[in-house]
């Protein structure tokens, strides 16, 4: 039977306590404004405050609302991929918890997917509350990602977004582990748009994603769709060769000339050079390649599902 639900928001949720009412008061007040029914669905990723027992309250008390509990934590991504397997609605939202994706700007994602739009993604242009380094770098990423892969991956862009049921059901094919949510929808296709907003500052709390979150999505937004590290090795490979080769003739040179230099060094120089940057840099990258490869041959399930007030849908 055909989903009564028009519209599913998808939040992933880890140790949000300090904002998880403020984001349920608005999140109600908005959905009471639109033009069809919506459904709520917070994916607790393994937290370790009071979030998990603050999503029971609120499920118990609107009916809207429901959660999804993982075992234990999978991270950001997978918990967006977790809510949306279990979203029913013809048109799903995605939105951090942290109040820095404002609900209202949906209206206009609604907009856009009335005029027909599979996907609609929101566009920072402003981004407060975060540090010079912070934007920067995200910055500089986004550019050196359009550059490295094949994909239209749009700049500025995270992951809230609005996806039509037909592009979410071809999303929800893709089930490779070391995930880039925003990169695979850019690689599915169908027709997408942005709309600009304003990222406002952290409600309340901390950051989730530090540095070394911000690295690990980094490499898999590059890993999962370029082999550009592993140009970046052969080039390497063959800039070192060449320098061990000019290293070689300077040594021969000097013998010509008859300048002193300690008999035998540059010979094992010039070898440990060759030898050892070419395979630390190339077996270093291939390391990370054949450790996805690994990891999705396993073909262990993406998250396991502890409690749900949700049934997840057929794919």
């Not at 986004?142 to 239209?152: E, I």
């Not at 690689?187 to 600009?196: D, E, L, N, R």
């Not at 010039?270 to 490869?293: C, D, K, S």
Request: no cysteine; aromatic share 12%.
């Amino acid at each position: 039977m055909e989903s009564e639900v028009r519209y599913s928001f998808v939040i992933p949720i880890y140790n949000e306590e300090a904002t998880l009412q403020e984001l349920a008061r608005r999140v109600a007040d908005f959905i009471d404004t639109l033009d069809g029914q919506a459904e709520v669905i917070f994916v607790d990723d393994g937290s370790r405050d009071g979030s998990l027992d603050m999503m029971r309250e609120i499920a118990e008390a609107d009916p809207r609302f429901k959660y999804v509990e993982l075992s234990r934590n999978y991270g950001h991504q997978i918990a967006i991929t977790a809510g949306m397997d279990f979203a029913s609605g013809k048109a799903i939202i995605i939105m951090d918890a942290d109040l820095q994706d404002p609900p209202e700007v949906v209206l206009e994602m609604i907009g856009k997917w009335k005029e027909g739009y599979d996907i609609v993604y929101g566009v920072r242009e402003e981004r407060e509350g975060e540090t010079w380094f912070k934007r920067t770098t995200a910055t500089a990423f986004y550019r050196m990602l359009r550059k490295v892969t094949d994909l239209d991956v749009p700049v500025d862009v995270g992951d809230f977004r609005l996806v039509d049921r037909a592009a979410l059901d071809a999303f929800r094919a893709l089930r490779e582990k070391n995930r880039y949510v925003r990169g695979l929808f850019s690689w599915i296709g169908f027709k997408q748009t942005g709309v600009k907003y304003k990222r406002a500052a952290r409600f309340a709390g901390d950051t989730k994603y530090p540095l070394s979150k911000m690295l690990k999505l980094a490499t898999d937004g590059v890993l999962s769709f370029s082999m550009f590290p592993l140009r970046i090795a052969l080039n390497a490979g063959f800039w070192i060769a060449g320098l061990a080769f000019v290293g070689g003739i300077w040594a021969i040179v000097e013998k010509l000339i008859g300048a002193y230099v300690v008999p035998g060094w540059v010979s094992l120089l010039v070898a440990v050079a060759f030898l050892g940057g070419i395979q630390l840099i190339i077996l270093g990258i291939m390391g990370e390649y054949i450790g996805r490869i690994y990891e999705e041959v396993k073909n262990r399930p993406l998250y396991i599902v502890k409690s749900s007030t949700t049934q997840r849908q057929e794919q």
